[in-house]
């Protein structure tokens, strides 16, 4: 492919930080923008989110948070903040006739994936489109668990539908690769809390911003980053460039306090909105 792609993920109802990715994609030569999923909850701004997308997006999947407001069976485990974030969004999008739109035509799990000129994009993982996350586990595992974490990898790269498939879900980017394809790495700086290296897989998650070369014949699942709320430590909103061979990790500074002050806003919980907003300036 020769498309320059904006990749789009995990914009979780923060309109100031979608706000932001949109205005630096104006310098950035885009033929198309895709959204990989969980436009809504935890932010604020559910609805100006969804309206957003659906005037910018050449492209779009739904995620998990999606998939939670439309079917009970999807909010298993969300409870807390995440819970209370999810009652808010499901009433304010309730008003909304552009979600009344997509609610009476989307399906789950086709709704998390599809396959676009050639490439896979899912919200969670091949195998699970909807919850699967596409992730090592925690680092304390990596030396007592590093065969099975791998093992683990390699399989959910193996069920791959394409040379690359596309995902969100983790909110951290990061680029899965068998592990012989190790050499796209040479010169980039890894974050050594999550990067992960077995003897069949390498999951590699970048310092900030990176640029990954030599893509075209690597088999790789490939994970712009969250918006919304990135959780690798950075508050920067995260999103990517990528055109088949080339994927350029970029990160953009936006109003955080601006997103706080609305977060603080919603009828909801005290410590639950408190949670919700002050994670924002920890990236977590």
Request: net charge negative; hydrophobic share 40%.
């Amino acid at each position: 492919m020769a498309n320059r792609w904006a990749l789009l993920s995990d914009i979780h109802g923060n309109i100031d930080a979608l706000e932001a990715v949109l205005r630096d994609l104006d310098d950035q030569r885009i033929d198309q923008l895709v959204v990989l999923g969980d436009i809504v909850n935890y932010g604020a701004a559910p609805r100006a989110c969804l309206e957003r997308v659906l005037t910018e997006a050449d492209v779009f999947i739904l995620g998990n948070h999606e998939h939670a407001i439309l079917d009970e069976s999807g909010r298993v485990g969300m409870g807390g903040a995440a819970g209370a974030g999810l009652s808010y969004t499901a009433e304010v999008l309730s008003e909304s006739p552009e979600w009344a739109a997509i609610a009476s035509t989307v399906s789950f799990p086709s709704a998390a994936w599809k396959i676009h000129d050639g490439v896979q994009l899912v919200h969670g993982s091949p195998r699970d489109p909807i919850a699967e996350y596409v992730w090592p586990g925690h680092s304390s595992y990596f030396l007592s668990f590093n065969d099975q974490l791998d093992e683990r990898l390699s399989q959910i790269l193996a069920a791959r539908q394409a040379m690359h498939c596309l995902c969100g879900h983790t909110h951290i980017p990061a680029a899965l690769v068998p592990y012989t394809a190790r050499g796209i790495f040479r010169g980039q700086r890894w974050d050594r809390q999550y990067t992960f290296v077995g003897p069949k897989t390498m999951f590699w998650v970048p310092c900030g911003e990176g640029v990954l070369e030599g893509l075209a014949d690597v088999p790789a699942i490939l994970n712009p980053g969250s918006v919304g709320q990135p959780r690798d430590g950075r508050p920067e909103a995260a999103y990517a460039i990528y055109d088949g061979d080339v994927m350029h990790y970029r990160r953009v500074a936006y109003d955080i306090e601006a997103a706080q002050r609305r977060i603080r806003a919603m009828p909801i919980d005290a410590d639950a909105s408190a949670y919700l907003a002050d994670r924002l300036a920890r990236g977590e």
